[in-house]
């Protein structure tokens, strides 16, 4: 099934204790896209880019079936650049720098044959351009996933809110499922986001996992203990392309089968964490993710029998 | 088959976001000893009291079959006693009185009974205290169990590790983990902890559950997300005697009977946070848990399907 990921689509500069990655591909947009890529070809890309953009990597991602029509690329104009650095324990970062570049003025256009797409995947973004691409489509998508982060909260909570109102799903850390809701217990938090218009709520916990909530219904999903983790950036975006990847291709929303996406999310993501960029996830086999699963599996798995 | 657990019996007082309780019962071989009495009649437990300590609180311990022959109960003096204070988010909390009291000279001294269980805890206490127990054994137990902490860490790293180099299951938490093994990784900071004697390590995460290895095996439990958690004091105590309770009942050391006891420590956990002191425990009946473990069950299971 069709699948629409807006997002960005950048370079990072990235310094972990592992080493140091310069101007490397990144953004929501193409981790997203690239993880969504091992489970459907039907993927409608929206972001920006400069001039700057290496075609090369543009091929990659039309080769692994994910649709470049709504990417606009800027003339004369640099691609959004971030670069960071991570502490010791890979769960603190600096930023080092921020240039917006391309993504300061950017508005998304969707092309008509985006506009029924059927799975959307907002990636983290200002609120009023999650909501433009909300109001583009022309067909109410089967299941709207929406990311987002602190920082929103901070400075566009109203509009944010706004957002929310719109979407299924909504996917977000502990602290800042804690800041949405006022509620310090996740259980109560959950019950405050569903009020506010969502069906799921997915907590990212990292290392710890992820938790999946749905009506009075929960599901934890174990993350994968790593001997190293080489490099955490676009994490949180593999797990959402591969969740939502899973759901395309398998077209079935029940909360049986997002448990089994969110496992399909976070082994994508413990992919993404073993290489700078999407290094590891180039070289990704089918029997690569197979036998990963059977981790997950292995790793949950307990019989209690009375 | 028979449980020997030794460490504190003492008095709390404990202020939470929900209330105030004064002067109850608490310490870690209390709330040990009643969670494995859920599993097991025949436990022993040492510890020391003075003569303040409530005759019908060591009467209720007796009628759950936990012998107090190593007991000792020290005329004129005062039981030891921990007052404290949580934060808003119950992960954090300030000690406000620690008062070691009969604590300060205590020296565990088996009755002839002890000395051949078959399962052992050593609670949180000096490591000192706790080899002197190994030493009094007269028949190497098929499991010793040694819950410590950072404290110990910081000031008698040389002592615990002797200890340490003695017993079969080590509990900790993240942090400590990593103050011990000097890894930041879990998955390494496992290795170098089972080079130091012990062959399982139980890593206990508080509301993101725990994780148990075992050479190269993990299992990873998830934490039931509560509502509300009314008062966190001895939830690791607990999760250790309902661990321990449960293999010491079924007499199987398997790594997978191991998952089965993590998932039944955690279940008591759950219950032993939503009262003050033992007071959830004490009402707490066989069928309460069974649904509790099939909550367990329900928020861990998932399917993949090739």
Redesign the interface.
Known sequence: MSLLTIGTVAFDTIETPYGKAEMVVGGAALYAGIAASHFTNDIHLVSVVGDDFPQVELDYMQARGIDLEGLQIKEGEKSFFWAGRYH???NQRDTLVTDLNVLANFDPVLPESYKKSKYVLLGNLTPEIQMRVIQQMTKRPKLIVLDTMNFWMDVAMDSLKAVIKEIDVLTINDEEARQLSGE?????AARAIFEMGPKFLVIK?GE??A?LFHKD???????L?????FDPTGAGDTFAGGFLGYLAKTDNISF?NM??A??YGSAMASFCVEDFSIGRMKGLKKTDL?KR?KD?????K???E?
């Open positions: 010791d324990n890979m310090y217990s996740l259980v109560k916990k710890h996992g938790l219904k929960i599901f934890a999903a174990p993350a203990p790593l001997a190293e983790v049986e448990k089994r969110v496992i197979k699963l997950f599996v292995r790793l949950a307990f019989d209690i009375d």
